[in-house]
RNA sequence: GCCCGGAUGGUGGAAUUGGUAGACACGCAGGACUUAAAAUCCUGUUCCUGUUGAGGGAGUGCGGGUUCGAUUCCCGCUCCGGGUACCA
């Protein structure tokens, strides 16, 4: 019988779905284990070969921890809210909905095209208000509750509320926008809109007006880690900065607990230190400095105090507070043009001139605490608005961007820390004595910055201080695709959550997705939807894109549930994700969030963990070749002009861009000879009609209109093409959809070939070439199940020492692999067996029955109709994993390499258990050996038992 | 700039705790089968040197170090990839 992957995996396929093989329950006397890949966006591309990479590799995982004996959940849904639908509804009017629904169909096909073990009955949708009324309930729980500092956990408003009637906001230790100082006489004589306004300072999901990355033409806010070198990620948009009043996530509460559980985590240190800068904690003073002639007194955040003696001024943020109050009259008018100037900068400006600083004196001054001079106050662009206070006290002898300010303004700069111990020390780094700072002269830098601390507290113009870079997440979106939020505002403009009854909120239909005037989201047009009949309005923004992948692991435990977004039975039976697959992009956005709803969950007693994903792969891109001619930028005689890279290169002078060919056009693509033949050229003329008329030139002549004028004897054309490897996009030309390799191959060949690629981590180009490799492999392993007649040939015979050797250095090898996720050496150890196992014209059930269950997960359509061939009724993917016993690879002997100072030059045989003194005995004897030795002295012989022997000589 | 990764044959990659560098494939070369081709199978394939054979030398980005022994550990560089940035 031949091996037809066409045939038996579509059989099988349908076998699984008809006998609901990958159906997993919650009740179960198996110990549990969670695989997750990360959620997909249904893109309208579709999927490409690089996606389903990581895919492959948790498949792997869950089908061998079943297989195991665990209960494997092993879900897959769709994160289906987002800009992309939202984008292509303005363009073309069809519903968000129905295009997503369209992609979500396509992706559906592409992943059962793979042979998935997903259970499909616990699919989730992101847009499906079945699912996002519990999205909006979780937004709806945060907005009810503030976060306790003392407790180091979030508790109800009402509790707050008790709290500020009873003694305002002594004894509060809450994480909040803004320190107030309130008595409960004043709280009970505010207004219900001065209350609300006071309680957003504290609610975890609040309101305010914040600087936000305003992007003109998508009409949206957009969070930071969606905007890129100062335009939006998606489409390259100018964005500015723009005063906005916008809900907001209060993430920063929970700053140190992010930071700190990082280390109970098994995630790439890489992974961890990306989510430990984000969070960037930084520990140092809060230093209050009076001003001249003021009451008040500017408060500054240093990582440095030991420096005070050195501060010669102060810069505050051109946002800062105070300046309006601080301007003396005569800098009035230098200090209005700055603040316009400010203004006018929108973030890609500010990045784009580091180097250069921009200022302006205020006129006052305020005194150094320590040093009682005055000190002048300067506003600067380069003190951020948002970061620690919003000002600084400036260094200029240890600070680099002080001292470019201090020398562009001619302002003081007193040494304070004496270097010349660190000769090669910079300006920032922590060392050195200290000079000209009173009673700090002498010390080193580290007792310095403890001693200052000491005396900041003592004298009371300050005290220890921990900052964080991490901001509060922006949590609003001017979209008509999101979620919407569950909030009513009442005629005082007072925001009131949505009772839980009221759920889910859904979108209202409309016709039109453009934004409304305004900056508002589409849904304000929606004015029977906005205005409520008793007189009460609905919020209009929608929820960003992470909202709904913020927490869609607990909801595919338990799916369907109408009462609770999961029930307590199944969280406490499903816990936490033990294994979470997805790419690197997701470092800081996604994988913070989720940590930051989780712990809020686990605070309030909604979930058992405190942490939802205990150990993260990231998988490795998948690159594509991409081949480019190069085209003359201007026009020859009216003729675009190609040449050859070669000739491109040598005509400096010629300016040339990059014209993206289809790879399937170029000769020997993705190496340093590629080049377009005659053929090619005429494929791509016909492909790209715009060029028909074009010339191409090369050394060995030129084409145009499908004539090849050879120089001299030339046959054809040899144009070379540059060729790079890079992102796999459609304009690239380089797109390779999995769908018409499984076409050509089988999926259980594309599973394994994406495998035997390289380490999953890793990013490597696709390359189709090798696949032939593991094509061969699978037939040969099909092969051993038959004899030459091609019918079925498996005997009970007992197996010799020699095939359950193969058999279960196999075992150990996959086992051991699998384990630490090194899928590409398992492709290896399967083809070594095979082809040992072919030597042998092993036959025998006893060792190939195992080696199909070994290879269920990594090649499941094959297994299971061979498992089926041999006789059994039930699912390969339920039988048991082989079980390894070691007894079958104890040796007789050992091979033993013998060294010369290292170098390998003869190999000898001992028998097992050979004393040391002995082996060395010999091998000095050996006749390859000895003449290695002649004339020299033996210093040493070093034998490893079991490993090498080494030869010291001289 | 700072923080992470990485660099091994013509190519993808292997070497798990410091112990035989190049497993397994691709490609290439030669051969078998075939009228022929495809498919399949066999042999060879790090480089240099050696007419064959045997042998010898070099070799894991570069330069040094530790060690009997280094792809693996340490120090200093180069290049590539990713993250991040007036962060006080």
Same mark, same amino acid.
């Given at each position: 019988?031949?091996?037809?992957?066409?045939?038996?995996?579509?059989?099988? =396929?349908?076998?699984?779905?008809?006998?609901?093989?990958?159906?997993?329950?919650?009740?179960?006397?198996?110990?549990?284990?969670? *695989?997750?890949?990360?959620?997909?966006?249904?893109?309208?591309?579709?999927?490409?070969?690089?996606?389903?990479?990581?895919?492959?590799?948790?498949?792997?995982?869950?089908?061998?921890?079943?297989? =195991?004996?665990?209960?494997?959940?092993?879900?897959?849904?769709?994160?289906?809210?987002?800009?992309?639908?939202?984008?292509?509804?303005?363009?073309?009017?069809?519903?968000?909905?129905?295009?997503?629904?369209?992609?979500?169909?396509?992706? =559906?096909?592409?992943?059962?095209?793979?042979?998935?073990?997903?259970?499909?009955?616990?699919?989730?949708?992101?847009?499906?208000?079945?699912?996002?009324?519990?999205?909006?309930?979780?937004?709806?729980?945060? /907005?009810?509750?503030?976060?306790?500092?003392?407790?180091?956990?979030?508790?109800? &408003?009402?509790?707050?509320?008790?709290?500020?009637?009873?003694?305002?906001?002594?004894?509060?230790?809450?994480?909040?926008?803004?320190?107030?100082?309130?008595?409960?006489?004043?709280?009970?004589?505010?207004?219900?809109?001065?209350?609300?306004?006071?309680?957003?300072?504290?609610?975890?999901?609040?309101?305010?007006?914040?600087?936000?990355?305003?992007?003109?033409?998508?009409?949206?806010?957009?969070?930071?880690?969606?905007?890129?070198?100062?335009?939006?990620?998606?489409?390259?948009?100018?964005?500015?900065?723009?005063?906005?009043?916008?809900?907001?996530?209060?993430?920063?509460?929970?700053?140190? =607990?992010?930071?700190?559980?990082?280390?109970?985590?098994?995630?790439?240190?890489?992974?961890?230190?990306?989510?430990?800068?984000?969070?960037?904690?930084?520990?140092?003073?809060?230093?209050? /400095?009076?001003?001249?002639?003021?009451?008040?007194? &500017?408060?500054?955040?240093?990582?440095?105090?030991?420096?005070? @003696?050195?501060?010669?001024?102060?810069?505050?943020?051109?946002?800062?507070?105070?300046?309006?109050?601080?301007?003396?009259?005569?800098?009035?008018?230098?200090?209005?043009?700055?603040?316009?100037?400010?203004?006018?900068?929108?973030?890609?400006?500010?990045?784009?001139? *580091?180097?250069?600083?921009?200022?302006? +004196?205020?006129?006052?001054?305020?005194?150094?605490?320590?040093?009682?001079?005055?000190?002048?106050?300067?506003?600067?662009?380069?003190?951020?608005?948002?970061?620690?206070?919003?000002?600084?006290?400036?260094?200029?002898?240890?600070?680099?961007?002080?001292?470019?300010?201090?020398?562009?303004?001619?302002?003081?700069?007193?040494?304070?820390?004496?270097?010349?111990?660190?000769?090669?020390?910079?300006?920032?780094?922590?060392?050195?004595?200290?000079?000209?700072?009173?009673?700090?002269?002498?010390?080193?830098?580290?007792?310095? &910055?403890?001693?200052?601390?000491?005396?900041?507290?003592?004298?009371?113009?300050?005290?220890?201080?921990?900052?964080?870079?991490?901001?509060?997440?922006?949590?609003?979106?001017?979209?008509?695709?999101?979620?919407?939020?569950?909030? *009513?505002?009442?005629?005082?403009?007072?925001?009131?959550?949505?009772?839980?009854?009221?759920?889910?909120?859904?979108?209202?239909?409309?016709?039109?997705?453009?934004?409304?005037?305004?900056?508002?989201?589409?849904?304000?047009?929606?004015?029977?939807?906005?205005?409520?009949?008793?007189?009460?309005?609905?919020?209009?923004?929608?929820?960003?894109?992470? #909202?709904?992948?913020?927490?869609?692991?607990?909801?595919?435990?338990?799916?369907?549930?109408?009462?609770?977004? #999961?029930?307590?039975?199944?969280?406490?039976?499903?816990?936490?994700?033990?294994?979470?697959?997805?790419?690197?992009?997701?470092?800081?956005?996604?994988?913070?969030?989720?940590? +930051?709803?989780?712990? @809020?969950?686990?605070?309030?007693?909604?979930?058992?963990?405190?942490?939802?994903?205990?150990?993260?792969?990231?998988?490795?891109?998948?690159?594509?070749?991409?081949?480019?001619?190069?085209?003359?930028?201007?026009?020859?005689?009216?003729?675009?002009?190609?040449?050859?890279?070669?000739?491109?290169?040598?005509?400096?002078?010629?300016?040339?861009?990059?014209?993206?060919?289809?790879?399937?056009?170029?000769?020997?693509?993705?190496?340093?000879?590629?080049?377009?033949?005659?053929?090619?050229?005429?494929?791509?003329?016909?492909?790209?009609?715009?060029?028909?008329?074009?010339?191409?030139?090369?050394?060995?002549?030129?084409?145009?209109?499908?004539?090849?004028?050879?120089?001299?004897?030339?046959?054809?054309?040899?144009?070379?093409?540059?060729?790079?490897?890079?992102?796999?996009?459609?304009?690239?030309?380089?797109?390779?959809?999995?769908?018409?390799?499984?076409?050509?191959?089988?999926?259980?060949?594309?599973?394994?070939?994406?495998?035997?690629?390289?380490?999953?981590?890793?990013?490597?180009?696709?390359?189709?070439?090798?696949?032939?490799?593991?094509?061969?492999?699978?037939?040969?392993?099909?092969?051993?199940? /038959?004899?030459?007649?091609?019918?079925?040939?498996?005997?009970?015979?007992?197996?010799?020492?020699?095939?359950?050797?193969?058999?279960?250095?196999?075992?150990?090898?996959?086992?051991?692999?699998?384990?630490?996720?090194? /899928?590409?050496?398992?492709?290896?150890? +399967?083809?070594?067996?095979?082809?040992?196992?072919?030597?042998?014209?092993?036959?025998?059930?006893? &060792?190939?029955?195992?080696?199909?269950?070994?290879? #269920?997960?990594?090649?499941?359509?094959?297994?299971?109709?061979?498992?089926?061939?041999?006789?059994?009724?039930?699912?390969?993917?339920?039988?048991?994993?082989?079980?390894?016993?070691?007894?079958?690879?104890?040796?007789?002997?050992?091979?033993?390499?013998?060294?010369?100072?290292?170098?390998?030059?003869?190999?000898?045989?001992?028998?097992?258990?050979?004393?040391?003194?002995?082996?060395?005995?010999?091998?000095?004897?050996?006749?390859?050996?000895?003449?290695?030795?002649?004339?020299?002295?033996?210093?040493?012989?070093?034998?490893?038992?079991?490993?090498?022997?080494?030869?010291?000589?001289?």
């Amino acid at each position: 019988m031949d091996y037809r992957p066409r045939d038996i995996e579509k059989k099988w =396929r349908k076998y699984w779905v008809e006998n609901e093989t990958y159906r997993v329950s919650n009740d179960s006397d198996k110990p549990k284990f969670y *695989v997750l890949d990360m959620f997909p966006y249904p893109s309208g591309a579709g999927l490409h070969v690089g996606h389903p990479l990581g895919y492959i590799a948790s498949d792997i995982f869950a089908r061998y921890k079943r297989l =195991r004996g665990f209960n494997v959940l092993h879900p897959m849904g769709y994160d289906a809210f987002g800009l992309p639908a939202e984008q292509y509804a303005i363009q073309t009017g069809v519903h968000p909905a129905v295009s997503t629904d369209e992609n979500i169909q396509r992706y =559906r096909e592409q992943l059962d095209n793979i042979g998935f073990s997903f259970d499909w009955s616990r699919e989730v949708k992101t847009s499906d208000p079945s699912y996002y009324k519990w999205t909006q309930w979780i937004f709806r729980e945060l /907005f009810e509750h503030w976060y306790d500092k003392g407790q180091q956990k979030a508790r109800p &408003i009402s509790e707050l509320i008790a709290h500020l009637e009873k003694q305002g906001t002594q004894g509060l230790q809450a994480a909040q926008s803004e320190e107030i100082s309130l008595s409960a006489e004043a709280w009970k004589k505010m207004s219900a809109k001065e209350q609300d306004t006071l309680l957003m300072d504290y609610r975890l999901a609040y309101r305010k007006t914040t600087y936000v990355n305003w992007c003109e033409e998508l009409g949206t806010v957009l969070a930071n880690d969606e905007v890129k070198d100062g335009v939006s990620e998606r489409g390259g948009f100018p964005v500015e900065r723009k005063p906005m009043l916008q809900w907001s996530l209060r993430i920063t509460a929970y700053a140190e =607990r992010l930071l700190q559980s990082l280390q109970t985590l098994e995630w790439s240190e890489a992974m961890k230190k990306m989510q430990s800068n984000w969070i960037g904690r930084s520990e140092g003073a809060q230093v209050f /400095f009076p001003i001249q002639g003021h009451d008040e007194s &500017i408060e500054v955040f240093t990582t440095r105090p030991d420096t005070i @003696f050195g501060a010669t001024f102060m810069v505050l943020a051109p946002e800062h507070d105070l300046v309006e109050s601080l301007t003396t009259p005569d800098q009035r008018a230098a200090v209005d043009a700055y603040l316009e100037y400010a203004k006018s900068r929108s973030e890609r400006d500010r990045m784009a001139d *580091v180097k250069e600083a921009t200022g302006v +004196f205020t006129g006052a001054y305020a005194i150094n605490p320590l040093t009682e001079s005055p000190i002048p106050i300067w506003l600067g662009e380069y003190v951020l608005k948002d970061y620690g206070t919003g000002a600084i006290m400036a260094v200029p002898s240890d600070d680099d961007r002080d001292h470019r300010f201090a020398t562009k303004f001619g302002i003081e700069i007193i040494e304070v820390i004496d270097k010349s111990d660190y000769p090669n020390a910079g300006r920032e780094d922590k060392v050195g004595k200290m000079i000209n700072s009173g009673f700090l002269n002498g010390m080193e830098v580290l007792d310095a &910055i403890e001693k200052t601390l000491q005396a900041v507290e003592e004298r009371g113009i300050g005290s220890r201080r921990v900052n964080y870079r991490l901001r509060d997440a922006i949590y609003s979106r001017q979209r008509y695709w999101g979620e919407p939020f569950p909030i *009513v505002y009442d005629p005082e403009g007072v925001a009131h959550s949505m009772e839980i009854s009221e759920l889910p909120l859904e979108l209202p239909e409309l016709e039109d997705f453009k934004p409304a005037s305004g900056g508002k989201s589409p849904l304000a047009r929606a004015e029977d939807w906005v205005n409520l009949p008793n007189g009460w309005e609905r919020e209009t923004d929608t929820m960003p894109g992470f #909202a709904g992948s913020s927490w869609y692991f607990l909801r595919y435990m338990d799916a369907h549930n109408p009462e609770e977004f #999961a029930s307590r039975k199944a969280l406490d039976y499903w816990q936490d994700v033990d294994l979470y697959v997805g790419g690197t992009e997701h470092a800081v956005g996604h994988l913070m969030y989720s940590r +930051f709803w989780h712990k @809020f969950l686990y605070d309030k007693g909604l979930v058992p963990t405190d942490e939802p994903f205990k150990k993260l792969i990231n998988q490795g891109m998948i690159q594509g070749v991409i081949e480019s001619m190069m085209m003359q930028k201007e026009k020859v005689n009216g003729y675009n002009r190609f040449v050859c890279a070669d000739l491109a290169a040598a005509e400096v002078d010629t300016e040339f861009v990059k014209i993206p060919v289809h790879v399937d056009f170029v000769q020997n693509y993705g190496t340093p000879g590629s080049y377009m033949d005659t053929d090619s050229v005429k494929h791509f003329t016909d492909w790209r009609p715009e060029f028909q008329n074009a010339i191409f030139e090369c050394g060995n002549g030129t084409y145009q209109n499908g004539k090849f004028q050879p120089k001299g004897s030339a046959d054809g054309s040899y144009l070379m093409t540059v060729s790079e490897v890079g992102k796999m996009s459609k304009r690239y030309f380089n797109v390779v959809n999995p769908d018409d390799v499984v076409e050509r191959y089988g999926a259980d060949c594309f599973r394994m070939y994406e495998m035997f690629l390289g380490p999953v981590e890793q990013a490597k180009p696709w390359d189709t070439k090798g696949i032939d490799g593991v094509s061969k492999f699978l037939r040969k392993f099909w092969g051993l199940f /038959f004899d030459e007649a091609d019918a079925l040939f498996v005997t009970d015979e007992t197996p010799t020492k020699g095939e359950q050797r193969i058999l279960h250095t196999c075992i150990k090898k996959i086992t051991d692999d699998i384990e630490r996720f090194s /899928f590409n050496t398992c492709v290896a150890a +399967f083809m070594i067996a095979t082809n040992d196992l072919q030597k042998e014209k092993c036959n025998k059930r006893a &060792i190939l029955e195992p080696m199909l269950t070994l290879l #269920a997960p990594f090649a499941p359509h094959l297994t299971e109709d061979l498992w089926h061939q041999l006789g059994h009724s039930e699912t390969v993917h339920n039988s048991s994993f082989p079980v390894f016993d070691g007894n079958w690879l104890i040796e007789d002997s050992v091979s033993y390499p013998v060294s010369i100072n290292g170098k390998k030059r003869a190999m000898v045989d001992f028998p097992m258990g050979t004393p040391s003194d002995q082996i060395e005995k010999t091998a000095l004897e050996l006749e390859e050996i000895k003449k290695w030795i002649d004339g020299m002295t033996v210093r040493k012989v070093i034998v490893v038992p079991n490993r090498m022997i080494n030869i010291v000589v001289s």
